[in-house]
């Protein structure tokens, strides 16, 4: 469990700071964002969630909290994600990041059935 939390969270830290410090870069990969706030509170959630799950790798401490914020923060942004790109909201990139949520969601679940 140890690698797929230090993997999550390196990926969710990386995606908040990036959105958090260089907004301009984010946009013209992701497209244009109209409530700019909102994309950086979202990106320090994402940062918290990551810091979190490298702290947890890097302790081995893998309690229920834990597993149920990785596993629920990979279904909420799979599932907005894909809502949005459905309803043609955001750009169809995001089906990249959803690709990895799901895949962090089946990872989960197989340590969880190891277990």
Known sequence: MAALAYLQGACLLLSGAW??????????????K????????????????GGGLILAATTRQFGPGIVCIAMGSAAALLAIE???VLKRVISRIYLVDAAIEAGFLAWWAVCLLAA
Do not use: C
């Not at 959105?19 to 244009?32: D, L």
């Open 19 to 32: 959105a958090v410090v260089h907004i301009e870069s984010f946009q013209k990969v992701t497209g244009p």
């Open 34 to 49: 109209t409530d700019l706030w909102l994309v950086k509170t979202v990106g320090l959630l994402l940062v918290a969630i």
């Open 82 to 84: 894909m809502v949005y």
